[in-house]
């Protein structure tokens, strides 16, 4: 079963900036597709980034596109999400998700939830 455990959470001022990780384990890392999905306070949680299996391919979500930067750490099973110029709108719970991913058979990724979720981290952005 796979388990996933963010860290790097934290408050920041506006143009400052920070990195996620997300440790993967009970799997095969590098044949999941995984994601960063956010939940701002009283909002429905959101796709954020995308990094597929191979780790070639990433999407963004527009608002984050140029300041925000998937990866994938082979070597450390972990996942990571550097967040640069960060404004109070980025303000959230940032959540990890995995699972099979649908460009490993030649589909396309559709920023649908994987199965696995992370228990959260919190980014807090003060003006």
């Known amino acids: 079963q796979v388990q996933l455990v963010e860290s790097g959470g934290g408050l920041v001022q506006v143009g400052g900036s920070l990195r996620l990780s997300c440790h993967f384990s009970g799997g095969t890392f590098s044949n999941y597709g995984m994601a960063w999905f956010r939940q701002a306070s009283g909002k429905k949680r959101e796709f954020v980034a995308y990094i597929s299996w191979h780790g070639e391919r990433t999407e963004y979500r527009g608002s984050v596109k140029g300041r925000f930067f998937i990866s994938k750490d082979s070597a450390k099973n972990t996942l990571h999400l550097q967040m640069n110029n960060l404004t109070p709108e980025d303000t959230a719970v940032y959540y990890c998700?995995?699972?099979?991913?649908?460009?490993?058979?030649?589909?396309?990724?559709?920023?649908?939830?994987?199965?696995?979720w992370g228990q959260g981290t919190q980014v807090t952005v003060s003006s």
């Open positions: 998700n995995a699972g099979e991913d649908p460009t490993y058979y030649s589909g396309s990724y559709s920023r649908e939830p994987f199965d696995s």
